[in-house]
């Protein structure tokens, strides 16, 4: 085989073999130190930049791989149809006498892109690759009004009074560098991305005009919006690509803008694979405002979490050396940029021990930051995990710590709230602790509850209240494990700090069954004041007939159901349905392909 190929094989297979999160953040060297605070500072020259970059690549390169662009379709063309249903978010706004729901946010304020969004009289709609403007109040005048054809994948959109912001992700081949002769396996060519934000004007909702558009080579990593701005972040792997380096191009009314290698931000001595991380902010209500960006050389963007004045940006860290050293850890590199309007700052950079779950494992509180992490140390035949909570301050040094909570376990779920954080392990059963975070400096455990399964998200509610949602757990007969079941409500009451207890709880299907709400925060839909909680459902159920003998703990059900659950949740009463809704006009409707997830009628 041409040694050409063999290279362009092993970089496949590295991508393929690791999981895509860790794919771009995996370092070249043993990380000896924590919370370094090297200056950054910026490239003097291209050839600077180049010859850095020569130095530190270490084989791994493209996060999108494809054995044959005719064979493999482009990742687009497999686009999930959004159900009209509205997926409907967690806070509830009035308009007159009209109360509407608003994407469930993490921070109050701050705006997270949805496929869905409303200003109560009319919705924006993500679906069949189009941007659907539908007027749906008052009911009985409901109707389609418009739509706007995408050109790529949506990521999201936002809405802000008579704008709507749309964004998008596109891909493309890059060609073969080498002619790889006529062996028969196809060639392997990398995949580039393109992130494209759009700003219509929707004053007419039945022809909404665009007025501003831009484009940037890279891919989603997390948006946000705050008052008339938006910002996001897109990630590029930084690689030599036929003797050149590909930099940041950005692209706007037919012209074209490169990032020019004095523009681009660095550390010295940063490890992780390479990626141009850049920070956009714009206003979208000043059709002639400035689109600034900030570019900065660091590991891929992992997860991002923006406070009302900070945007930080965690990126996992891999030591690819323990592959042959006895042992291997993760560290977390977490990068804060200061935002006003259209001002972007770098400010500092932190590190910490372990991988950040997502979003919620991050907060800021009265200038300080916190993050909820999980360890894994593995080799030499040992594979241990341990979790932990630091608070840095606000140069990003860590002041405080908890450290080796649930050894053997790993976190499934965190909610910051005020001077408190609950967090959730599993291995067996549910732990869920509450953390006293009022000194930054001496965080500590307050109390633990354990009880069989595990949440994957939490809800504050009310007072002293929190709402899971997960899976129920059955302990394996053999083994050191748990067989997860149907999908779990819990209501804990926390308002004794050292004693949380679970006071409800309500099980819906067997094993198999399924929620977005798990993976997603944006399908969780709860009314506070009215305890109406609704969560989409894919409902497995297991057949009795089936096992004459009693199903075993790990037997799955078959798929039965495929809707909205609305549920009542009550300090008093706790969780009980109160109906289901579906979209499909019958059982068989969904049953015949067997695969709701993919069915039109699935919610979103």
Not at 34 to 63: D, M, T
Not at 112 to 118: L, N, Q, R, S
Not at 451 to 458: A, V
């Amino acid at each position: 085989m041409d040694h050409r190929r063999k290279a362009w094989l092993v970089v496949a297979l590295a991508f393929f073999v690791l999981p895509a999160s860790f794919a771009g953040s995996l370092v070249a060297k043993e990380i000896l130190e924590i919370g370094r605070k090297e200056g950054i500072r910026r490239f003097e020259s291209y050839q600077q930049l180049k010859l850095f970059l020569a130095s530190r690549q270490n084989g791994v390169g493209w996060p999108y791989l494809t054995l044959d662009g005719s064979a493999w379709p482009s990742p687009t063309s497999s686009r999930n149809e959004v159900s009209s249903a509205l997926a409907l978010g967690s806070d509830f706004q009035a308009q007159a006498d009209v109360r509407y729901s608003a994407t469930n946010v993490q921070v109050e304020g701050v705006d997270e892109a949805d496929i869905v969004k409303t200003d109560g009289k009319f919705a924006y709609v993500v679906s069949g690759g189009k941007v659907l403007l539908i007027r749906v109040y008052p009911p009985e005048s409901m109707a389609l009004l418009s739509a706007i054809v995408l050109e790529g994948e949506p990521k999201g959109m936002f809405v802000s009074g008579n704008r709507l912001v749309v964004l998008e992700q596109e891909f493309s081949a890059l060609p073969i560098p080498y002619d790889m002769g006529g062996n028969a396996l196809p060639e392997i060519a990398p995949w580039v991305g393109n992130v494209s934000l759009k700003v219509y004007d929707v004053s007419e909702k039945s022809d909404p005009r665009p007025i501003r558009k831009f484009s940037v080579n890279g891919f989603y990593s997390d948006s946000r919006m705050l008052g008339p701005y938006v910002y996001l972040v897109v990630t590029e792997p930084a690689v030599i690509y036929e003797e050149n380096v590909i930099l940041p191009r950005i692209y706007e009314c037919g012209t074209m803008k490169e990032v020019e290698a004095s523009e681009i931000y660095y550390y010295e001595s940063s490890e992780g694979c390479q990626a141009f991380n850049t920070v956009f902010a714009l206003n979208v209500h000043d059709e002639n405002a400035e689109l600034n960006h900030e570019t900065f050389l660091t590991a891929s963007s992992d997860v991002v979490f923006m406070s009302l004045d900070n945007l930080y940006v965690a990126q996992t860290i891999w030591d690819l050396d323990g592959l042959i050293v006895p042992t291997r850890k993760e560290v977390t590199a977490i990068h804060k940029v200061r935002l006003e309007g259209l001002k972007i700052e770098y400010v500092a950079k932190g590190e910490v021990p372990g991988r950040v779950l997502n979003q919620f494992s991050m907060d800021e509180f009265e200038g300080f930051f916190r993050v909820a992490t999980t360890t894994v140390e593995y080799g030499s035949g040992k594979f241990e995990e341990s979790n932990n909570i630091y608070i840095l301050d606000p140069e990003m040094n860590v002041v405080g710590s908890l450290e080796g909570l649930a050894p053997g376990e790993r976190i499934h779920s965190a909610r910051f709230m005020g001077d408190r954080c609950y967090v959730v392990t599993f291995k067996k059963v549910d732990p869920l602790f509450v953390l006293d975070l009022s000194s930054p400096t001496d965080p500590r455990v307050l109390g633990r509850l354990k009880i069989p399964g595990y949440s994957d998200y939490l809800h504050p509610f009310g007072s002293g209240f929190l709402i899971g949602v997960g899976k129920e757990t059955v302990e394996a007969e053999e083994g050191d494990f748990a067989w997860y079941q149907g999908l779990k409500v819990s209501l804990f009451d926390v308002r004794v700090l050292g004693d949380p207890k679970e006071v409800s709880k309500l099980v819906i299907g067997d094993r198999g069954t399924d929620s977005p709400v798990l993976m997603d925060h944006k399908a969780f839909l709860l009314d506070a004041e009215r305890g109406i909680l609704v969560l989409p459902v894919l409902v497995a159920e297991i057949d009795p007939s089936d096992y004459p003998y009693g199903a075993p703990a790990n037997a799955y059900g078959e798929y039965v159901w495929q809707g909205a659950y609305v549920l009542k949740v009550s300090t008093e009463e706790g969780v009980e349905v109160l109906g289901k809704i579906t979209h499909a006009k019958s059982d068989q409707d969904a049953l015949k392909s067997g695969y709701y997830f993919y069915s039109k009628y699935s919610v979103k």
